[in-house]
């Protein structure tokens, strides 16, 4: 399964709102249309927007006609603008646009098209690798007869790579451990119950799924085994944003003594940010919680909230598992600690 796939002048996605009932591609042929469907959460999840990005940032600058780098340069910050303002969030984003910044800079005039081509590839096949990495780290916490409850959906669809959440309970599985999980729906536009178990059924990997109020019951009731979730952004102390109700998994896991785990790639952590009171938090549409799938559920004229994320204090996370090892508490010493030789 291939979630992001770039075909040499056009990018290739599967569009995830159209998930489990129809695995449709969409052929995105200009940058704009790349914005257009990372806004629109028809490709998301932290890792495999900043490749979408890498890639649609690439396709943008083959469109560019300058006879200096200068001028290229000056059109290119707008496309590097366009992508900044999609979805603020998800740190790899910004670390994507930053490392083909970097690229469109450092190249030779001749060549700076090739070199965010090459840049994007390489942002990707370091997400595809650190994934993978993390998945085969995190499998070790995994005992056979293990469930696991996750959160949203942070597969290979939210990687473009090996999964994250998903990918540590696959590496499990692989390993001939009997496992099961429990995925929460993830209202309100049910990655959870749209993805995770869609991705998890193709597997063959036994899943249950939730509605978002159940978890307490399940975790007080000894069911769960421990909490693996993705994050979009993850601060120098700890602090980790991920999908709206991870927080309060992490409090109901804690008060129930379940271990509740964060897995994601070191492009995730933003030493840049002191705590997670600094991490912006996306506020959507209120109408993805006002109707579902486009069907109206509450009267119309209701105002209705929606923020796209929260932030689970580092005290409520036993350990974050990334490709370059796991970190536990204190945390600032120890992720501080990867970025380091
Ligand atoms: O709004 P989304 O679907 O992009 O939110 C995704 C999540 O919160 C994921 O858990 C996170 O991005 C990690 S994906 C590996």
Request: proline letters at 4%.
């Amino acid at each position: 399964m291939k979630p992001v796939e770039w075909l040499g002048n056009k990018l290739k996605i599967i569009d995830q709102t159209q998930l489990p009932g129809k695995l449709a591609f969409l052929e995105l042929r200009n940058y704009t249309d790349v914005v257009a469907a990372i806004k629109e959460m028809k490709v998301r999840g932290a890792p495999a927007i900043g490749v979408a990005a890498a890639y649609g940032i690439a396709l943008g600058a083959q469109d560019i006609k300058a006879e200096t780098k200068t001028k290229f340069l000056s059109q290119f910050d707008k496309i590097l603008q366009a992508f900044a303002a999609a979805r603020p969030t998800a740190v790899n984003l910004f670390h994507a646009i930053d490392r083909m910044k970097k690229a469109a800079t450092a190249a030779d005039f001749a060549a700076i098209k090739q070199a965010l081509i090459d840049e994007a590839k390489s942002i990707h096949a370091d997400e595809e690798g650190a994934t993978r990495r993390l998945s085969q780290l995190g499998a070790k916490l995994i005992k056979d007869g293990f469930t696991i409850l996750t959160h949203c959906n942070a597969g290979a669809l939210a990687t473009a790579g090996y999964g994250t959440a998903l990918g540590v309970i696959k590496a499990a599985w692989e390993q001939g451990k009997k496992i099961e999980v429990i995925a929460t729906e993830t209202r309100p536009l049910l990655q959870g119950a749209c993805l995770t178990t869609w991705e998890l059924m193709q597997e063959n990997i036994p899943v249950t799924l939730i509605t978002d109020s159940m978890a307490g019951y399940f975790l007080s009731r000894g069911k769960v085994n421990c909490v693996i979730v993705g994050a979009d952004r993850i601060a120098a102390n700890g602090d980790t944003a991920n999908k709206i109700g991870t927080y309060t998994l992490a409090v109901l896991a804690k008060e129930n003594g379940v271990p509740f785990y964060i897995a994601a790639p070191t492009s995730t952590i933003d030493l840049s940010l002191k705590s997670g009171d600094e991490i912006p938090i996306e506020e959507r549409n209120p109408e993805e919680v006002t109707s579902i799938k486009g069907v109206r559920l509450a009267p119309k004229g209701v105002t209705a909230a929606n923020p796209a994320f929260d932030i689970t204090p580092h005290k409520y996370i036993t350990a974050i598992i990334t490709e370059k090892g796991m970190v536990r508490k204190p945390y600032l010493h120890g992720l501080k600690k990867l970025f380091k030789g």
